[in-house]
């Protein structure tokens, strides 16, 4: 037998006829286009191959631009069939690690950080193999794996990635306000936000503001990137492709970014780590109150007149209960001094009736800071071996 769209699709109703199916339909972009007859087909069969099927129909999309400017209509012919769409992003840190069997705790973040959590990079990693081995094999050899990935990913999702390529370099080289963003890039600011839309719905950038301000505030709304993978290669590898290509790659890992990766995984990935566990613990019930929502705080102290913030802030639905959190990402011990610092910005956030701290730190804490922590029930200390516990 000849198989064609009709009779493959006759075969998949017959058989969920007698149990239930589940059809995953990967890639389906191309084939579900207004021009194409395949819609008006698979609605037929909807309508009357499938009526009395127990078939459970996913269409997997993998540019996300098809859902943010395509989505279904009512004159789509599978419009009325169309019961959600769900984005389904990468793993996060806790996740990622059920990938990495047998690598230490310290190097699952720091590959969470380069690789991010998509499932198909983690695969890449050897863990026969050291981070430094990896990395050279998925980054910095003339061949490596990733070294063009998101170009040939942006492709898909713009005609000319031109603008992204030079928004999110901006943006990785340390500027985050829009303004800042646009003057960098000598761009007008309407343009470079209507891009800058576009990677958030992607989930490449997102924005934020701190705690207490308009969501819509511009002024206050800083840029980051939430997808580490992009994070990692617009900083270090996205302006020195042809010399990996050329053979200079291990000059430039060793030299350059093994030594700086420290600084880059505490400016942000580590808040992020932070940020994952405490969501998944409040899952759980395990924090100290159900928070509501988390958010980051930043200002200027008005009694010290210098700039400070709270890297992870929680609270409860009521108002009254909040949760600080500092997050240190750093090989020197952490001291009482750092902690005690810690509980003093409770002042900086007045009004609330109880309040609970967190301190995350990839090193080892002293006797005092451990000793202080046992005499405040309202402070946790939290070591890198317990984010995986």
Excluded at 66 to 76: A, G, H, V, W
Excluded at 144 to 168: C, G, H, K, T, W
Excluded at 348 to 365: T, V, W
Aim: include cysteine; charged fraction near 20%.
């Amino acid at each position: 037998m000849i198989i064609n769209w009709h009779n493959a699709q006759n075969i998949i109703a017959k058989k969920s006829r007698q149990q239930r199916l589940i059809l995953f339909w990967h890639k389906s972009p191309s084939l579900l286009r207004p021009s194409n007859s395949i819609p008006s087909t698979l609605q037929y069969f909807v309508d009357h191959g499938f009526k009395e099927a127990d078939l459970f129909l996913i269409l997997g999309v993998s540019r996300a631009n098809y859902i943010f400017n395509q989505p279904l209509r009512e004159k789509d012919p599978l419009s009325l069939y169309s019961t959600a769409q769900i984005y389904v992003g990468g793993f996060d840190y806790f996740d990622s690690a059920k990938m990495l069997s047998g690598v230490s705790n310290e190097d699952i973040i720091k590959y969470y950080a380069c690789v991010g959590g998509t499932p198909y990079y983690l695969s890449m990693i050897d863990p026969s193999l050291t981070f430094e081995e990896n990395m050279m094999a998925l980054f910095f050899e003339p061949h490596a794996y990733l070294i063009e990935e998101p170009q040939m990913l942006l492709r898909q999702e713009f005609r000319d990635p031109a603008m992204v390529n030079s928004i999110m370099f901006t943006i990785a080289s340390g500027s985050s306000h829009m303004s800042d963003i646009s003057t960098r890039m000598s761009e007008q600011t309407a343009t470079v936000r209507r891009h800058m839309n576009t990677l958030t719905y992607m989930s490449i950038l997102r924005n934020k503001v701190p705690l207490g301000e308009n969501s819509l505030s511009y002024k206050k709304t800083i840029c980051q990137f939430t997808n580490n993978f992009f994070r990692f290669w617009f900083k270090y590898i996205f302006l020195y492709r042809e010399n990996i290509q050329s053979g200079a790659g291990r000059i430039l890992a060793e030299s350059t970014v093994f030594p700086d990766l420290p600084t880059f995984i505490g400016k942000s990935v580590f808040k992020d780590v932070c940020l994952q566990y405490l969501i998944r613990k409040n899952r759980e019930k395990c924090l100290p109150f159900l928070a509501a929502d988390f958010k980051s705080w930043w200002s200027t102290d008005k009694w010290e007149k210098k700039a400070t913030r709270i890297d992870v802030i929680a609270w409860s639905d009521m108002g009254y209960k909040v949760l600080l959190c500092e997050c240190k990402w750093r090989n020197e011990t952490t001291d009482v001094g750092e902690v005690q610092n810690l509980l003093d910005k409770s002042s900086l956030l007045p009004g609330y009736y109880e309040y609970h701290f967190m301190f995350f730190s990839k090193a080892p804490y002293t006797r005092a800071a451990m000793e202080l922590a046992r005499e405040n029930p309202f402070l946790q200390l939290i070591t890198l071996d317990m984010l995986f516990e």
